[in-house]
């Protein structure tokens, strides 16, 4: 079994930052992707931003020069630094890891920014 456990999250007003954390354990053996997506109610789970085990990263259009992904493979962990943070980035964040062609996901946190 492998279970991520996410950190981080909270409220902040427009303008601040935050950082999330996202640490996987259990059974791995080695985690391809790891990213974030967020969801807000009666809405679709967003990508928001990936990263390959070589460091490539993705980045959905909206949070590009404003989020920053980042990973450490010896930890298991991902990372999201979000700066500039803007109300409409208002929403559950979601860790995931792919482990052998499966994604696994974190329990989800909530970021809220304030106008």
């Known amino acids: 079994q492998v279970q991520l456990v996410e950190s981080g999250g909270g409220l902040v007003q427009a303008g601040g930052s935050l950082r999330l954390s996202c640490a996987a354990s259990g059974r791995i053996v080695s985690i391809n992707a790891m990213g974030w997506f967020r969801q807000t109610p009666g809405k679709q789970r967003q990508l928001v931003a990936s990263i390959t085990s070589g460091g490539n990263t993705n980045y959905v259009d909206s949070v590009k020069g404003r989020f920053t992904i980042s990973r450490d493979n010896a930890k298991n962990t991902v990372y999201l630094q979000m700066n500039s943070l803007k109300p409409e980035d208002t929403a559950v964040y979601y860790c995931?890891?792919?482990?052998?062609?499966?994604?696994?996901w974190g329990q989800g946190t909530q970021v809220t920014v304030s106008s």
């Open positions: 995931y890891a792919t482990i052998q062609w499966y994604n696994y």
